[in-house]
T-cell receptor, first 114, second 112 residues
Framework: EADIYQTPRYLVIGTGKKITLECSQTMGHDKMYWYQQDPGMELHLIHYSYGVNSTEKGDLSSESTVSRIRTEHFPLTLESARPSHTSQYLC?????????????FGPGTRLTVL | KNEVEQSPQNLTAQEGEFITINCSYSVGISALHWLQQHPGGGIVSLFMLSSGKKKHGRLIATINIQEKHSSLHITASHPRDSAVYICAVSPYSGGGADGLTFGKGTHLIIQP
């Protein structure tokens, strides 16, 4: 059982609000990732981090931002939510780069912006 | 065209049947992953492989690097195997983002 947590699990919010999706892992993994999954579609990488103070943009352009101040914590922030941000957001971590080791996924946050 | 293609998109079978899900990819990869996603949305990693074959319980994953193709097999399928099975690859991008590139998934339903 992977020790990676996401809160909230579900969030319904109005347009224009600032939101932060939390992701924490207790495995001491250096690599962390955020993926976005629209209903019925494949996951896309939107952000990743190699470790503390490292953040990079992924393959899919996203208006969200991330920070990595502590190894265990990788929050994602939307400054002004819009209906186009409605999606599922999944956080993952791995001890080594993705091509060398398994990624462990959190349960996801299902975001609805009205 | 997606870099990772899965077939079939949907599969309904009876309990006990042998299940095969296929994955083809078009890029050079360092590894291929098979993942399982349940209706609640959580994802579990089943296999990561870069060559040959791996087996875990009733699940078997194979990969043919030359043909850029992988298969996931489930023997003696059970209703609890019902889930979305996702193929993902770690592209050999040589320094870019090393997150996974995903297929759209195969929605599997095993009927009792």
């Amino acid at each position: 059982e992977a020790d990676i947590y996401q809160t909230p699990r579900y969030l319904v919010i109005g347009t224009g609000k600032k939101i932060t999706l939390e992701c924490s892992q207790t495995m001491g993994h250096d690599k962390m990732y955020w993926y976005q999954q629209d209903p019925g579609m494949e996951l896309h990488l939107i952000h990743y981090s190699y470790g503390v103070n490292s953040t990079e943009k992924g393959d899919l352009s996203s208006e969200s931002t991330v920070s990595r101040i502590r190894t265990e914590h990788f929050p994602l922030t939307l400054e002004s939510a819009r209906p186009s941000h409605t999606s599922q957001y999944l956080c993952a971590s791995s001890p080594l780069p993705g091509f060398l080791d398994t990624q462990y996924f959190g349960p996801g946050t299902r975001l609805t912006v009205l | 065209k997606n870099e990772v293609e899965q077939s079939p998109q949907n599969l309904t079978a009876q309990e006990g049947e042998f299940i095969t899900i296929n994955c083809s990819y078009s890029v050079g990869i360092s590894a291929l992953h098979w993942l399982q996603q349940h209706p609640g949305g959580g994802i579990v990693s089943l296999f990561m492989l870069s060559s040959g074959k791996k087996k875990h319980g009733r699940l078997i994953a194979t990969i043919n690097i030359q043909e850029k193709h992988s298969s996931l097999h489930i023997t003696a399928s059970h209703p609890r195997d019902s889930a979305v099975y996702i193929c993902a690859v770690s592209p050999y991008s040589g320094g870019g983002a090393d997150g996974l590139t995903f297929g759209k998934g195969t929605h599997l339903i095993i009927q009792p």
